[in-house]
């Protein structure tokens, strides 16, 4: 009988590319987003249902969730994949904007899971993948916020992967490098925009020198990162017997090494000759 996975922000980038791919291996997908009415994709697939979840809002979790039950009997694979990046200097990131970022990329993921765990306890099997980031591993200039919100779910994974193993559930992290999906990288930035002059000045000086070692390093083997990889570790993640934590991309590679080579501070002490310009790290 056919597997079912459920996956939240599935109308573009990562999510939009795990839903064909699990499609295509003969999964059954409920793919799962905020405005369905604008999917051209994947609405046309076999064994594919489209449906409509904010993960902010709990209302449309327990209705999806009751949808895809009805539709295919349970959820054997939950990808909380939905998020959002920004960048910004620490202070101009107003209170509204963290806390909106947090709700939709820490509280998010334990709405959709606290939905969906009842059902793998039920069946005594399951896995849950949530998409982080290397941000969830290191920090970078311009991305504390952001970075911050990664490491939380980093950390509930792995609190929750002791919890619910003795339950036959599996819970797993995907940790994507930079990748040039539909809107990640395109996010209009307002908030280097916000507050003093002075702010403005760095925020800006750091972010573009981010942005450029950011491109450099993903794209070391003289390609573009294709986001292809990173649904296709999910999917591995769903599949087989992985780690708990599983960073993906060649920039990711190439940290992981960096921080297996030495101290945490030796690894800072190196990310920081690369990733803050000469004239302010001095
Ligand atoms: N691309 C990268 O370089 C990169 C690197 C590391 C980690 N990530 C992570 O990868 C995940 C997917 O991002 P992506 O790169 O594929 O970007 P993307 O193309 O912008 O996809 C993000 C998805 O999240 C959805 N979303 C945002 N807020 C939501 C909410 N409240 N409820 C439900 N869905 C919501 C978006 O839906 P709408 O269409 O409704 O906006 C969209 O479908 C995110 O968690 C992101 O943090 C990305």
């Excluded at 697939?45 to 039950?69: C, G, H, K, P, W």
Aim: aromatic letters at 6%; hydrophobic letters at 40%.
């Amino acid at each position: 009988m056919s597997r079912t996975v459920l996956i939240t922000g599935a109308s573009s980038g990562f999510g939009q590319l795990a839903a064909k791919r699990f499609q295509r291996e003969g999964w059954n997908v409920v793919a799962t987003m905020r405005s369905p009415e604008k999917d051209q994709e994947l609405g046309n697939l076999n064994n594919v249902v489209v449906t409509q979840l904010d993960v902010t809002d709990t209302e449309s979790i327990s209705d999806a969730v009751r949808l895809a039950v009805e539709a295919f009997g349970t959820i054997d694979v939950l990808v909380n994949n939905a998020g959002y990046g920004g960048h910004a200097v620490f202070e101009q990131a107003t209170d509204a904007d963290i806390r909106a970022m947090y709700d939709t990329n820490v509280f998010g993921v334990m709405n959709v899971a606290r939905a969906v765990l009842p059902l793998m306890r039920k069946q005594k099997s399951g896995c849950v993948i949530n998409v982080t980031s290397m941000a969830g591993l290191i920090a970078a200039p311009t991305i504390s916020v952001y970075a911050s919100s990664k490491h939380a779910v980093e950390g509930l994974t792995e609190g929750m992967a002791y919890d619910y193993k003795p339950l036959g559930i599996r819970v797993k992290s995907v940790l994507p490098g930079a990748y040039p999906t539909t809107r990640f990288n395109s996010n209009t930035n307002d908030e280097l925009r916000s507050g003093d002059d002075q702010l403005v000045e760095h925020a800006e000086v750091l972010h573009s020198h981010l942005q450029e070692v950011a491109e450099q390093m993903a794209s070391q083997g003289g390609d573009v990162a294709d986001p292809q990889e990173v649904a296709d570790k999910i999917f591995e993640c769903a599949t087989s017997d992985t780690p708990i934590h599983n960073p993906v991309g060649s920039d990711a590679e190439m940290i992981v090494e960096m921080l297996q080579s030495g101290t945490r501070q030796d690894f800072i002490n190196q990310f920081e000759q690369m990733v803050l310009p000469k004239s302010t790290g001095e």
